[in-house]
RNA sequence: GGCCCCGUCGUCUAGCGGUCAGGAUCCAUGGUUUUCAUCCAUGUUACAGGAGUUCAAUUCUCCUCGGGGUCACCA
């Protein structure tokens, strides 16, 4: 069985390149009949972790990823921890280093000076006199000093790495006894049976320290997928100060779940040319050894397309369901199905969707400029006034070809082009010179609305 | 700086020794439309550079260059 897991540090949001990771993570259980778990990674108590889950798991909800079970605190999990290092230390695994912040840093210092790596000098790794006073110990692990670790990686291929140069006794408790992450993240996805670790890049560095840990506690290791980094339009890693990063925020703009969803999965992830991806479909096809090697850049260009491509061609229903979001509810009075059909290919989001729809719905109470300047001929308000005239003279009026049949018969009446009628009348109804169909307007207004508003714009403009 | 990863159109990507280097998006043009949007059609734009290996390299190897990540008693 796959077990996966997406192990956010508490920041107080889901972050976009946080959800791919946690989406790619989903999409492997999902396919493996498998599962996909939660762990708040807050191993430091200073920040009010339970908030920020509670923001994850409200995004996730949005979104309709769902985890596994209970949401994991490392932070209640101290015991379990000390269980682990007491271990370590018992089988002389790892051991107590009473180095002084002071002395470490002075080593540091020291070791940058003759242009040496910095590394912890194991001082402490077979001390067995008598501890210095006042110095309360960190605990290091017994780290290989030569050798080579191979993290074996299902994107990037097996990557060595020599201990020489990158390990040391690295400190898997901290003064006050506390666990630090290498040691954690071990421990836990071990005990949570993760066998599938999918996890961003930057922590590709991490991963041989992590594996020491592993080793030393007699840990099976999992298959690992370190998938490239999200970038700015600066190359640099995404961040807080790169606008919208949180996830909650593309709800505020009116993106649905299934666009960012399917925008997201895209972004380092293909199956060939398929653009467009359900959710059914994403669990089907998502394998993670298709994920790209190259970092990816930013650009939210596909995503107001594939977002304009699911209002389309959702179903009125679902769309008047999103619109109430927005404070609007439409009823049949509304001429609901007449009015989605004629909006739903002209907006990018649900929220422009329901800019439109207030538009439509709402009188004119003014005219652009520009658009009457445009529209307004001569003899605009003589077609107009005929125009009003049938339609008070038409008793049936209801679907667009009704309204349509009243246009074409001013049109041929008066031996004009439509667009003699089409461009004042649309001013008139819609104050603008762009929009929908005006048959489907006026279907949309009625008989009563639409003579309102061809007498206010008489009356305005003469 | 050490170590590690990466390098195909502006962007997301396909490609896994022989392709006119494909698709999508964006942009531009044309068509449809009374307008706008949609839709359709067309077009511009890419293998970072240099050595090898090979009959043949975008594809394999090495170097250079460029970008990124990581080096804590953060996660």
Not at 406 to 433: C, S, Y
């Amino acid at each position: 069985m796959v077990v996966t897991r997406f192990a956010p540090s508490p920041t107080g949001y889901l972050h976009i390149g946080g959800l791919r990771t946690a989406l790619f993570s989903y999409l492997w259980a999902k396919k493996n009949n498998g599962k996909f778990l939660l762990r708040i990674e807050d191993t430091d108590k200073a920040r009010n972790s339970h908030e920020a889950a509670e923001a994850i798991v409200q995004a996730f909800k949005w979104l309709g990823l769902e985890h596994e079970g209970e949401i994991l605190y490392q932070s209640d999990r101290d015991e379990i921890y000390a269980k682990y290092i007491k271990q370590l230390l018992d089988e002389g695994k790892a051991y107590k280093c009473y180095m002084s912040k002071e002395e470490l840093s002075e080593l540091r210092e020291t070791q940058m000076a003759n242009k040496e790596r910095t590394m912890y000098d194991g001082r402490y790794r077979d001390f067995d006199g008598t501890p210095p006073e006042g110095v309360e110990p960190v605990i290091r692990i017994k780290a290989p000093l030569s050798g080579e670790i191979i993290v074996r990686d299902g994107v990037k291929g097996n990557v060595s790495f020599q201990a020489k140069d990158i390990l040391d006794d690295f400190v898997i408790a901290r003064a006050d006894g506390s666990p630090t992450y290498n040691l954690v993240v071990a421990i836990d996805d071990a005990l949570m049976g993760v066998n599938e670790v999918i996890r961003g890049d930057d922590h590709l560095s991490n991963t041989p320290k992590q594996i020491v840990v592993y080793e030393a506690l007699g840990f099976e290791l999992p298959k690992f997928y370190h998938v490239p980094m999200i970038h700015n339009s600066e190359g640099k890693k995404l961040s807080k100060r790169d606008g919208a990063t949180d996830v909650m925020a593309y709800k505020e703009m009116g993106y649905t779940p299934e666009a960012l969803l399917n925008f997201l999965v895209r972004l380092g992830w293909s199956y060939g040319d398929q653009e467009i991806f359900s959710m059914e479909e994403m669990q089907e096809l998502f394998n993670p050894k298709d994920i790209n090697k190259s970092a990816s850049i930013y650009n939210t260009d596909k995503l107001d397309w594939l977002s304009a491509h699911y209002i389309k061609n959702a179903s009125n229903s679902a769309l008047a369901e999103l619109l109430t979001e927005y404070d609007l509810v439409l009823t049949s009075h509304d001429k609901k199905e007449i009015l989605l059909d004629i909006l739903k290919d002209r907006a990018k989001t649900v929220k422009e969707l329901a800019v439109l729809v207030k538009e439509i719905l709402a009188t004119p109470t003014s005219y652009d400029e520009k658009a009457v300047k445009k529209a307004f001929k001569e003899d605009s308000i003589a077609v107009l006034n005929a125009f009003s005239a049938e339609i008070s003279a038409s008793e049936e009026l209801h679907l667009p070809v009704d309204y349509h049949a009243l246009m074409e018969k001013v049109v041929h009446d008066m031996e004009i082009g439509f667009g003699k009628i089409g461009n004042p009348l649309r001013v008139a109804l819609l104050g603008k010179m762009s929009g929908p169909g005006l048959d489907s307007v006026m279907a949309i207004l009625g008989k009563k609305e639409t003579l309102l508003r061809i007498s206010n714009a008489v009356t305005a403009l003469s």
